[in-house]
């Protein structure tokens, strides 16, 4: 029974080192260069709709359920997705410094709960050429400190970025 009891101790102590350890934020971001006037990018950036042109989760289940609440584009605005693949959750627009950057929280709800803020930024490299720049951060609540050792977040939503970006440029520079 002691025996027993030092090794639930032990796992015990081990959880608590280890989300003492794990990292508690995450920030993962990629950007592009499109060949459009900043102006115009941002204009079609700011629109959570247009988001399913040239989003990689839309790519992977486009059946999925989709809701839009608000108006799009503006401050309040939510896209609403549910599928198998794609889990379940919400995206909402919480603010628009127009002209340069769209802020949001994404909300999930399935399969895990959390929360974090994500971010679409124009930057202009040229009258005719815009770097955009699309991310999300937030903080690692336990047990995804944990977790977090032994993923990597950057590794896991980095290609999705990078895909979705690469769709949108595409998507843009044929306009």
């Known amino acids: 029974m ?3 009891l030092y090794i639930i101790l032990a796992i015990v102590l081990l959880i608590v080192v280890l989300s003492i350890l794990g ?5 993962v ?14 204009e079609y950036l700011k629109y959570l709709k247009n988001q399913q042109k040239w989003s990689p989760w ?10 839009f609440t608000g108006t799009d584009g503006e401050v309040g605005a939510i896209s609403y997705w549910k599928g198998k693949k794609v889990g379940e959750g919400e995206q909402e627009i919480t603010k628009i410094v127009e ?10 709800m399935k399969p895990f709960k959390s929360t ?12 005719n050429n815009t770097k955009v720049i699309w991310g999300f951060k937030g903080r690692n609540a336990f047990p995804m400190t944990v977790m977090s050792l032994f ?11 990078e895909e979705g970006l690469g769709d949108l440029k595409v ?3 044929k306009s």
Request: some cysteine.
């Open 2 to 4: 002691t025996t027993i």
């Open 29 to 42: 971001s990629r950007s592009i260069e499109i060949s459009k006037p900043k102006a115009e990018v941002f």
């Open 99 to 108: 002209g340069e950057r769209m802020e949001g929280e994404l909300r999930f």
């Open 116 to 127: 974090s803020d994500c971010y679409l930024i124009a930057e202009e490299v040229s009258p």
């Open 58 to 67: 839309d790519k992977k289940e486009p059946d999925m359920e989709k809701r």
């Open 151 to 161: 993923m990597n977040m950057d590794k896991m939503v980095g290609k999705d970025f």
């Open 23 to 27: 990292p508690k934020h995450y920030d």
């Open 171 to 173: 998507l843009l520079e």
